[in-house]
């Protein structure tokens, strides 16, 4: 499986819609990769929770028609990171808004949407002005010679919470997909988080994080893609850049069949 991750560095000068159209453009360049990868919020801004409100769209919204029609234009499976969705609230009180990624099809179809289930801010930012999500979710990424490859999708925060990929590994992920806005000052627990969750859940671990700085907050960068062994494929510095790595999936089976740790799990 060949992926992209697209670190996309932005400020707060760059209005969303010059921003998706840079991002879909990029997006475009990728073609011949199985899938590609955006950061959490890129579009919304990540930290920026102050235009969260006027940034919502629904699943069907702008930014989402943008990164369909580049997934079909691109002929790629196309995780476009995720967006500040607007919906029906499930239950009285709620928000009806989700930090949701959303998964598009080669043919630009959406296959998939995630809801955040563990929201960043203790009490403030998402947990303040965002429901959580409740669905474990897996999607399967077509690759050459007609096979696919199960993807388990998550979202930043989410990496602190090894609970969530165990579900993921039994709903049959073989990879897992992390887009983040990650600050700069925690960055050694993202980059150590990834390798633990590949380590111990043995799969490919694919992280795609924001650059630059927005809202006062510096971004990490560091997007990485770690094996099922925890040997780190390729690495992103501080600053823009689209790392390409080929995945090798059958020495995830491989590995899991010589190390079968996963069988010995007694909780």
Request: with cysteine; aromatic share 6%; charged share 25%.
């Amino acid at each position: 499986m060949k992926v992209a991750l697209i670190q996309i560095a932005y400020g707060d000068d760059e209005s969303v819609a010059d921003r998706t159209a840079r991002v879909t453009r990029l997006v475009r360049e990728q073609e011949g990769h199985d899938l590609v990868v955006l950061p959490e919020l890129w579009a919304a801004g990540g930290f920026d929770y102050r235009h969260w409100d006027e940034r919502a769209e629904p699943v069907d919204g702008p930014v989402a028609a943008a990164l369909g029609e580049a997934a079909r234009e691109a002929g790629v499976t196309l995780h476009g990171g995720s967006i500040v969705e607007r919906g029906e609230p499930a239950a009285e009180g709620d928000h009806g808004v989700w930090n949701t990624s959303l998964v598009f099809s080669p043919q630009g179809e959406l296959v998939a949407t995630y809801r955040k289930i563990h929201r960043f801010g203790f009490g403030d930012g998402e947990p303040r002005l965002m429901d959580a999500g409740e669905e474990v979710v897996t999607v399967a990424v077509p690759v050459a010679g007609g096979a696919s490859v199960p993807v388990g999708l998550s979202t930043c925060y989410d990496l602190r919470f090894p609970e969530l990929y165990r579900h993921l590994v039994d709903a049959g992920a073989l990879a897992l997909v992390v887009p983040a806005a990650w600050p700069m000052r925690r960055v050694e627990h993202w980059t150590l988080l990834g390798r633990a969750r590949a380590v111990e859940d043995q799969c490919v671990v694919l992280q795609c994080n924001t650059a630059g700085t927005h809202a006062g907050h510096e971004m990490g960068g560091h997007s990485q893609a770690v094996d099922a062994t925890g040997r780190v494929l390729a690495e992103a510095g501080a600053g823009e850049a689209v790392l390409s790595v080929e995945v090798d999936v059958d020495a995830v089976r491989q590995w899991r069949e010589d190390f079968p740790v996963l069988a010995d799990r007694r909780l």
